[in-house]
């Protein structure tokens, strides 16, 4: 029976380690969001050291619970604690974080746009930072994120390619960073030439500050528009708010291994002491205070 229930034990702190490495992939996945798109570098550190303390502690456990080594399932319960503690931690960070903030509809237009207003809180706060920003905004130029906007139909009548006419991008679905950074507020009036040029309407009075912002030079366009801001915002939530998915699911898993490791450990003391199992512990009794 022991030996049984400590090898559930170890096959489920197997099963543990496999499960770790989705986490792991979350936060490549997120370094390479980082390196490309969403040029935020700090936030996939914490998932991945996550994972990879999730993988260790589940080797202790593993080894502990096959071997029945008392002192390493101390150090698997213990170290696993922490880890859950941690990975509720930051589940909860980011879903606080990225609480706030959507993109609103606009008629006619078949993609979203966005405003930093809508956000607030420490992630904005940081994003917002002008130093930071600058790091940001130079990695999205880097990272050549409009050049992609750019597409072609053929002409009905010549056959040639030519380029994208407004009524069909106006129905494309953008991107935040795309729809932010790529092209000037909707709000603007301007008068579409291509996916990234576009040119002022005369006469149109214009209240938003990102519409003196925009420009035409492809190394500048909106890349220091708070729309942009917003859209680096709103693609950071998405791609935290799918990775919490992950997390909430090995955390479950988590705490059904932790619950059965404090039973490994508990089969290893008896063992330990030579106890049966299922046996209550023998203790002496207490003499009666009172003779008969």
Known sequence: MMRGSN?????????????????????????????????????????????????????????????????????????MFFVVIALIFFIVFAYAVTDRGQGEVVMNRGFLEYQLQDYSGWLKDRVSDPGYWGKISACLRDGKVCKGMRRFVRDQNTGILVQEPAQVFYRRSLSPIESGCCKPPTSCGYTYINETLWTATPGTVVIDPDCTRWSNNQQELCYECDSCKAGVLASIKHSWRKVSIINIVVLIILVIVYVAGCAAYRNAKRIDNDEPFGMPRMTKAQPSRFQF
Not at 45 to 52: D, F, K, M, N, T
């Open 7 to 79: 090898s559930l034990i170890g096959a489920v702190n197997f099963i543990t380690f496999l499960v770790s490495i989705p986490i792991l992939g979350g936060g490549i996945w997120l370094a390479s969001r980082a390196n490309s798109t969403d040029c935020i570098r700090f936030l996939q550190w914490p998932i991945i050291i996550i994972a990879l303390a999730i993988m260790l502690v589940s080797l202790i456990g593993f080894a502990g619970a096959c071997y029945r080594v008392s002192w390493l399932l101390r150090l698997y319960l213990f170290a």
